[in-house]
């Protein structure tokens, strides 16, 4: 299976800053990854697709980067809404693969 | 509007059978593959299983193989998972979501709690 690894688990940072968020493969899932926002007692919601795809109705402020084994996640300039816990997620192989997610937290 | 609403689910004793369902609306249900999607208390997000969009072929993580059957029935617009042989690990709130084959899961039910316990 391929293992999806997280850097940071958490991180603390204010409205205003900028968050960035790391993901890694054990092995090359090309430009297969995919990166979930889950708030507390919610579902899931999808951001961004294959690497760096906005999902329709997701601000421009979250971007994505990354190709192989490295990936990104960029919220420009964080805001009340985005304290939550991000996803990454391979869709290359079998099985589907997660993260073990990036809390977000207010500073 | 895209809907999944997820049923079924409740407490259940270790080694029992709960079967969930997951109703889908506004969206063409038969041309998408679908997938179960669980997450522990306090834990991270598991992938469970997934359906092609006839039916024809399903996947499913292998700490449930053998125990777990994926199903679903295009005309009602429904998916299944019929859950035997329930164990404490087993305990999750289990989503259905939609997926597109080699993509992202891009919609998702509210989740249905499942709790094994004696």
């Known amino acids: 299976d391929i293992q999806m690894t997280q850097s940071p688990s958490s991180l603390s940072a204010s409205v205003g800053d900028r968050v960035t968020i790391t993901c890694r493969a054990s092995q090359s899932i090309s430009t297969y990854l995919n990166w979930y926002q889950q708030k507390p007692g919610k579902a899931p919601k999808l951001l961004i697709y294959?690497?760096?795809s906005l999902q329709s109705g997701v601000p421009s402020r979250f971007s994505g980067s990354g190709s192989g084994t490295d990936f990104t996640l960029t919220i420009s300039s964080l805001q009340p809404e985005d304290f939550a816990t991000y996803y990454c997620q391979q869709s290359h192989t079998a099985p589907r693969t997660f993260g073990q997610g990036t809390q977000v937290e207010i500073k | 509007e895209v809907q999944l609403v997820e049923s079924g689910g409740g407490l259940v004793q270790p080694g029992g059978s709960l079967r969930l369902s997951c109703a889908a609306s506004g969206f063409t249900f038969s041309r998408y593959w679908m997938s179960w999607v669980r997450q522990a208390p306090g834990k991270g997000l598991e992938w469970v299983a997934n359906i092609k969009e006839d039916g024809s072929e399903n996947y499913y993580v292998d700490s449930v193989k053998g125990r777990f059957t994926i199903s679903r029935d295009n005309a009602k617009n429904s998916l299944y998972l019929d859950m035997n042989s329930l164990r404490g690990d087993d305990t999750a709130v289990y989503y259905c979501a939609s997926m597109i084959f080699g993509g992202p899961f891009d919609y998702w039910g509210q989740g249905i709690l499942v709790i094994v316990s004696s």
């Open positions: 294959t690497v760096s």
